[in-house]
């Protein structure tokens, strides 16, 4: 069994797709125990020898930062902050995105920069190992002093409360540590504000829609290429002269991915009755090069935050400081999630286009893509489902990162809403999947009027690996059944 060692070195996207997908375990590295054991030495003597409040150390939270703590009552501090932040509301959240939490929140605290017990961290690292996997609620961070709701739910089952899933049942933790002969964790000053402070939350849903959104641009440009082909399309637009001058890398990569699609097409070689093509042929590369590039752009700034420390107060042994400042504000992530979702939901939008120009009875196509229209419905109400979801898509990409709600008796009085955009960017994810799956849908049974004329060896062999999954619609028949299917072919 593969083992990932946890310690400050960079920690790619690619890498943790490869932890998250192979189910690899993870350990702490020999620095990573370093870092985190020294930081807590120097904290521990800090509180012994400086007779000044410290902010989440020795004084209350938010508005309460003035309100000094008794020694005596720090450890019951942190526990009472666990418990009165664990006040979320609404769906419960994947665990595959809880888990990815857990993954992302040792990360941050390897660094050796919060002030955390060894032994605190090696419990989130054994929970993670074991499938342990807190009950997490959607609804209740402002992105603003971190992800403080949903990230107190991950710390619940740490100090033996809330609840959590063990062998893919919901149970009391309590119940379950006794089943493992564990006991709870008990919190040490600064320790909750640790696990609590930070945007692990909006983190793991902008890793986990980045890792998504590249598999969707791939499949994109594939099914659009089915779509030319299925349309009687010209190559014309994509020629490599067209690009250079707009150079655009997006846009260029996409021109050369058609073009490469493409080659050998009969199709696409036999001379056309048509000049031009409608916009959502002819500009598949400036359109999906635009959200292949704001996806680049925000893969940077998402990579830059998994190699964050997030939480607050930090804390520099080194250098001798405590520093209470902002870095878990998460305008960084609010503001890039917004871009994506608007990104990847011109995929879809554009998709839905040529699935409606697939439909129409075009080019020698038969109305909804049916050998007896009339009697058949065939593709008509696909477009009307495609067409419902972008229009959701709209809707969803309202910005959440231009809203900000004052909170903590204003103390907090700018938030960036990043949870939100969070949440609502992994809907969007799930749409346009939805989306190009309903166009891969239609391109290929567009493709089988084109016969005897052959489209390229790579995109036959796409159509036949779809066709075990998907049959040809002859007559009408219950279609939500292939639809779902075509969704989970869209989704590899």
Do not use: W
């Amino acid at each position: 069994m593969k083992v990932h060692f946890i310690n400050s070195t960079f920690l790619s996207l690619y890498k943790i797709e490869e932890i998250v997908t192979n189910n690899h375990k993870i350990q702490l590295s020999d620095a990573a125990k370093a870092n985190i054991i020294k930081c807590r030495e120097y904290l521990d003597n800090k509180i012994k020898t400086h007779n000044k409040p410290i902010y989440g150390i020795n004084t209350g939270f938010g508005s309460l930062c003035n309100t000094s703590i008794g020694e005596n009552e720090l450890e019951q501090l942190q526990t009472n902050l666990v418990m009165s932040h664990a006040c979320g509301m609404g769906d419960e959240v994947d665990s595959k995105i809880v888990k990815l939490m857990m993954l992302l929140k040792i990360q941050a605290l390897s660094y050796g920069k919060s002030g955390i017990c060894i032994e605190t961290v090696e419990r989130l690292v054994y929970f993670y190992n074991n499938d342990l996997i807190p009950v997490v609620y959607q609804l209740g961070s402002l992105g603003a002093s971190g992800d403080l709701v949903p990230l107190a739910h991950m710390t619940l089952p740490l100090i033996g409360l809330g609840e959590l899933y063990y062998r893919g049942k919901k149970q009391k933790t309590s119940d379950v540590l006794k089943k493992l002969n564990l006991e709870p964790i008990k919190l040490k000053s600064k320790e909750g504000l640790a696990l609590m402070n930070g945007t692990q939350f909006m983190l793991a849903h902008a890793v986990d829609s980045v890792l998504h959104a590249q598999k969707i641009m791939t499949n994109a440009d594939k099914i659009a290429a089915l779509s030319i082909d299925g349309y009687d399309g010209r190559i014309d637009p994509f020629n490599e002269n067209l690009h250079i001058i707009r150079p655009h890398l997006g846009q260029i990569e996409t021109a050369k991915t058609i073009r490469d699609l493409l080659d050998g097409s009969e199709i696409i070689s036999q001379d056309k009755m048509h000049v031009q093509d409608p916009y959502s042929f002819r500009c598949i590369p400036q359109v999906h090069g635009a959200s292949k590039d704001a996806l680049n752009y925000v893969k940077s700034v998402v990579e830059t935050e998994v190699n964050s420390v997030t939480d607050n107060p930090t804390v520099f042994p080194d250098e001798d400081l405590v520093l209470s400042g902002g870095n878990f504000h998460g305008q960084p992530l609010a503001i890039v999630m917004d871009f994506l979702a608007i990104a990847l939901s011109e995929i879809a939008s554009i998709s839905e286009r040529r699935v409606y120009r697939l439909i129409s009875g075009e080019r020698g196509l038969p109305a909804f893509l049916v050998s007896s229209p009339g009697l058949n419905s065939g593709f008509m109400i696909a477009q009307y489902t495609a067409a419902s979801i972008v229009s959701q898509n709209k809707q969803l990409c309202t910005p959440s990162s231009v809203d900000s709600i004052s909170s903590s008796n204003e103390q907090e009085d700018h938030v960036s809403m990043g949870a939100n955009a969070a949440t609502k960017l992994l809907r969007v994810v799930s749409n346009v999947e939805r989306v190009i799956a309903i166009e891969l849908f239609a391109s290929s049974q567009a493709l089988s009027f084109r016969e005897p004329l052959k489209t390229s060896k790579q995109l036959q062999k796409f159509v036949d690996e779809f066709r075990k999954q998907v049959p040809l619609v002859e007559n009408d028949i219950v279609m939500y059944e292939m639809l779902h299917r075509a969704e989970e072919f869209a989704k590899k």
